[in-house]
Each structure stands twice: as C-alpha cells, then as structure tokens.
C-alpha cells in the first residue's frame, strides 16, 4: 500500500516560485494499479521525483506500508528507496552488462553474496519472461525486452510499490499491451501496489484499477475507473469514452451505461416504449478492468418528449446527457 498526503513540491528560481505539486494526496491498497494522468507540466515528474525520493517534497509525507519515507534521515535513504522499484520510459540499462547482470547489478550494490544473487536473477528473468536472453548485451534486444529487463531489475530489491514512468511511451501498440500484461501479471503474482505515471488514456484502460488526473499540480478528478467512467461529465470518463466532435441539428442525446445493462436492449426499448425512430449517430462498447460500459450517441426526431425518454432511461440505470449544438 502506498499513501500519499498533502504532498507539496515548490520550486523557487530567482525570486519566482512554482508550485509544481500542490497538495497531491493519494492512497493506493495492495494489489492495486493505479493510473496517474496528466498533460507536460502537470508536475508528473516532480511527483515521481518525490516518490523516490531523489527530490525532497517541500511538505507532505509519502508512506509504504504505513512506514513514512518522505522524513528519512540521509542515511536511511537507499533502504527507504528499496521499498519503491522504478520502471523507467527508457530501460536506462547498462550497455556493458549482460541482462543477467543489468538484473544483478542492484543486489551486488547492496552487498547480496554471489550465491544468493544467480538463483535470484534467473527466478526473475523467469517471471519477465526473458531466461533465453540472460547473456544478451541491451544492444541485442528489442525495445520491450528491454522493457522486461527494467520490470526485472526493479524487482530486484523485493519492493512493495513498482513505480512505472512512461513505462510503455517509447513502444509501438503491440509491444505496449505485452508491457502492460506483464505489469498486471507480476502484480498478482507478487501482490505489488503498482503506480503508472502516463500520458496515454489507453495505458489507463489497459492496465489501471483506478486513476487520478493530475492538472496544474493538483489531483482534480480520482477514483475507481468504473466509478470515473460513471460519471459522464467527468474529464476522465470522456476521455476514457470519447465522443466525435461537433453535432448535427436535432435532439441529441449521449447515453451512457454499464455492467449487466450494457448488453439490455436499451435502443429497442426507447423505440418501443415511446414509438420513436431513434438513429445511432455513433458509440463504443468498452471493456474497462472488471466492468463492461456503453457510450452511445442517438438523434430524436424533433419534437420528442426529451424529459419523459430521459426519464425512463434514468430509471432503467442509464445516465443521460442533452447535448445542444454550440
Ligand atoms: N527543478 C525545477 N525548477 C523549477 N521548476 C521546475 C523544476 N522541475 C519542474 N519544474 C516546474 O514544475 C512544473 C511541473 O513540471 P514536471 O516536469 O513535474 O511536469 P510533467 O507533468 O512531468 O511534464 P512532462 O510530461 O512535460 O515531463 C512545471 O511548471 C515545471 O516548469
């Protein structure tokens, strides 16, 4: 579990100060993955810097397993860090070592004896799925492998918290949901709280349990993703379930939905409880972690009883938003 209070980064440059994070509070239970999502400047490097540590927050605190770190004394640092493994944009492995020994290299900084260190790294080359590829140089492995060799050198020290930056932005599409199965699949497998900082949406759809959107340094919008998906004039839920832009004349309506009435009838049952053509103009059925969502964008004929059809949506579970035409 990883618990974020009140967290506060201020930068002073001359006689200017920014504030780049301001009041950031997060907690995430084991076994989670939670997404961090933000724009360039939003302040998700500062908050990845304050997390391990290699940046002091101004005020705030950072917790693992109610253990604080953010208070540290000096010398307890790289202990404190060890609780938090970090998967990088760019592995950042060592050119000269092989990937047994890019996966080694942290044990041996910590004085792991030899014989402890092999039966180690060949156990998580195993769970990244790379023991072919031990003696390979970085220079012979693919981006995602790389990927892999920087998932196994983060677990390296056993942490609790597997803290990914930009972990799949370097990737092209295929290689990024065979990242992202691998994070999922070493957090059940150890149990690890796993934090991604991205810019991508659909890391946040692939991998995430819940998500907080980070703006100006702020956490403006947070939850469970089903519960930010529910909420239809949510940043992230239209985000997470875009619409086209621009709309034609007439009554337009967005309906969105999930679980067991995602797969209900809901078109049918408006044509039919009210005798009305309904026209699809467009929609997307998504699979978000454990929870099926519809987003559906219908035209009415002009004239429509717009209260009592919302009416009846509402009742039947389906949150309903009026769109008019700017
Ligand atoms: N060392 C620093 N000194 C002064 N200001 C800084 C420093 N580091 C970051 N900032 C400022 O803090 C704010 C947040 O920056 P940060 O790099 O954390 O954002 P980001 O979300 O990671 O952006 P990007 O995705 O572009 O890396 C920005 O206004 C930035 O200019």
């Known amino acids: 579990m990883i618990t974020v209070t009140d967290l506060r980064k201020v930068y002073r440059q001359g006689d200017r100060t920014v504030v780049a994070l301001d009041g950031v509070s997060l907690r995430v239970d084991a076994g989670q993955i939670h997404g961090i999502i933000g724009h360039s400047g939003a302040g998700k490097s500062t908050l990845v810097r304050c997390l391990t540590l290699l940046d002091r927050p101004t005020s705030g605190s950072v917790s693992v397993n109610n253990k604080e770190l953010a208070n540290v004394s000096d010398s307890d640092l790289r202990t404190a860090r060890r609780r938090i493994g970090m998967v990088f944009q760019h592995a950042n492995l060592m050119d000269s070592r092989t990937t047994a020994q890019n996966v080694a290299f942290p044990l041996e900084l910590i004085g792991t004896p030899k014989a402890k260190i092999a039966p180690k790294v060949s156990a998580l080359l195993e769970l990244v799925g790379l023991t072919q590829f031990a003696d390979a140089y970085p220079a012979q492995l693919?981006?995602?492998?790389?990927?892999?060799?920087?998932?196994?050198?983060?677990?390296?020290?056993?942490?609790?918290?597997?803290?990914?930056?930009e972990p799949t932005s370097a990737l092209d599409p295929k290689t990024t949901d065979e990242i992202l199965t691998l994070i999922k699949s070493v957090r059940d497998r150890l149990n690890l709280t796993v934090l991604i900082i991205t810019h991508e949406m659909y890391v946040v759809k692939q991998a995430c349990?819940?998500?907080?959107?980070?703006?100006?340094?702020?956490?403006?919008?947070?939850?469970?993703?089903?519960?930010v998906v529910a909420d239809p004039a949510g940043r992230l839920s239209q985000a997470l379930l875009p619409m086209p832009e621009g709309l034609p004349a007439g009554v337009v309506l967005d309906l969105l939905y999930s679980g067991d009435q995602a797969a209900d009838p809901v078109?049918?049952?408006?044509?039919?409880?009210?005798?009305?053509?309904?026209?699809?103009?467009?929609?997307s059925v998504e699979q978000l972690g454990e929870h099926q969502f519809a987003h559906l964008r219908i035209q009415l004929p002009e004239g429509s009883d717009i209260t009592a059809i919302t009416n009846h949506l509402l009742a039947n579970g389906v949150a309903v938003t009026l769109k008019e035409a700017k």
């Open 267 to 283: 078109i049918s049952s408006i044509a039919r409880t009210f005798d009305t053509d309904v026209n699809v103009l467009a929609g």
């Open 209 to 227: 349990d819940s998500v907080s959107l980070l703006e100006a340094g702020r956490i403006v919008e947070h939850g469970d993703i089903a519960k």
């Open 142 to 165: 693919s981006g995602g492998q790389r990927q892999r060799v920087g998932i196994a050198r983060a677990l390296s020290s056993d942490p609790d918290v597997l803290l990914c930056d």
